[in-house]
């Protein structure tokens, strides 16, 4: 089976699904295409903000193999109407003959062109839907179709994501909310909608079992000025007001003041980082390549993500450590029996689930928990092996027009 997934951005190193999909496809023997731009993945921020700049390198448009078994083609790109196009992505598919494509998004130039190639190519069309709630302004007010705003939202969302769900199979929402988003707002049809979570790369994230990795547990805990004693959390990405990594130092440097061995590490970048250094028991680090990133959740005993919900609670928990979330998340099954819960926002409340899981044995027990829920239900290899038998479900029915074959939810 040949597989093109079409992304707006491609960066090394990172955990994307861009990144980690196309890999477990490939172990399953389809061979796999990842078509981007060279766009950075933070290029809807204005410069001041840039976050990665230190860690990504840029590539010109070409054609790049991995070590991971797929290829990645990189096309020149422009924006048109606030949306990134893909220049030249005709040409390519035509070149590469998929019989499966899947784009990230029901909406923008990448869901229309991939949906308008689609009649002349005669590929099988499949997206997702990764826009949660809390990153979705519209979604959190009333509704009001009268609105400027929703009025705006209409003509740049929901237009064009109907138009392309003519042709498109099925929809991959990450989470109840993004489900949500995506057919008030993106034009996508309820009928075509799949509810399932993004993944873990478990051959990278998961408890210490060799003597490498738990070697890198000392080393990176002397590394930072932390001991054994040490209760240390850790936080991962960007270092931004809607991250609000701040707020964990903040309730690290309280416990500390207190007597509490609380300590901290964050690994990422941002406008917040220097205040977050300021702050006693708190260290900041580098973004680290996908790769090296277990070992730094290894050597550490907690994992907190303050505000927006983030993939890289799932690779924590697969390492084995318990992970405080805020309550407003709407994928709470990421922390249901493997973490704690805390008001979001509410320094206090921060501080009354830090000390939740201060006592080793119920950090452990909660840890191992998570560790097997990821292996189990969140590893991206059991989801790329469903993926595969969705497409090869509707390319079997090769005599049935795409519009009228749409694939209904379970």
Not at 268 to 281: H, S, V
Not at 361 to 380: F, P
């Amino acid at each position: 089976m040949r597989i093109v997934l079409i992304s707006e951005i491609f960066c090394d190193g990172m955990g994307y699904l861009e990144n980690v999909l196309p890999k477990y496809l490939a172990q399953q023997g389809a061979q796999v295409e990842v078509v981007a731009s060279s766009l950075p993945p933070e290029h809807r921020q204005a410069a001041s903000e840039s976050t990665y700049q230190d860690f990504v390198n840029k590539r010109p448009p070409g054609i790049y193999p991995t070590l991971d078994g797929f290829r990645v083609h990189i096309l020149p790109a422009t924006k048109v109407a606030g949306h990134t196009r893909l220049a030249g992505l005709g040409r390519k598919l035509a070149g590469l003959r998929p019989d499966v494509v899947q784009t990230m998004t029901p909406i923008g130039w990448i869901a229309v062109d991939a949906a308008w190639y689609r009649l002349a190519l005669k590929y099988r069309l499949f997206s997702g839907c990764h826009y949660h709630a809390s990153v979705f302004p519209l979604a959190q007010r009333p509704s009001n179709m009268l609105s400027p705003a929703y009025l705006k939202s209409f003509l740049q969302r929901t237009i064009h994501g109907r138009l392309a769900s003519a042709v498109t199979e099925k929809y991959y929402a990450i989470s109840p909310d993004c489900a949500d988003v995506a057919t008030r707002f993106f034009g996508v049809p309820k009928d075509k909608l799949v509810v399932g979570p993004l993944g873990v790369d478990t051959d990278v994230f998961h408890p210490a079992t060799a003597m490498g990795e738990e070697s890198a547990r000392p080393r990176l805990r002397r590394l930072f000025g932390f001991t054994e004693r040490d209760v240390v959390c850790i936080y991962t990405g960007r270092f931004s007001e809607d991250k609000n990594p701040f707020l964990l130092a903040q309730a690290i440097a309280r416990l500390a003041n207190k007597g509490h061995a609380f300590k901290a590490v964050f690994v990422g970048n941002g406008p917040q980082a220097a205040l977050i250094a300021d702050c006693p028991g708190c260290v900041t680090h580098p973004f680290v390549p996908l790769g090296e990133l277990a070992d730094f959740y290894r050597s550490a005993d907690i994992g907190v993500w303050p505000a927006q919900e983030s993939m890289s609670m799932l690779d924590a928990a697969a390492c084995g450590l318990p992970v405080i979330a805020n309550d407003q998340m709407q994928a709470m099954e990421r922390i249901e029996g493997n973490g704690v819960a805390y008001r979001l926002h509410d320094l206090n409340d921060l501080e009354r689930a830090l000390l939740a899981l201060e006592d080793g044995d119920v950090r452990r027990r909660l840890g191992s928990v998570g560790a097997r829920k990821m292996a189990g239900a969140y590893s991206w290899r059991s989801i790329a092996i469903r993926r595969l038998q969705d497409y090869e479900a509707v390319l079997r029915r090769k005599d049935v027009p795409a519009e009228a074959n749409a694939v209904r939810t379970p």
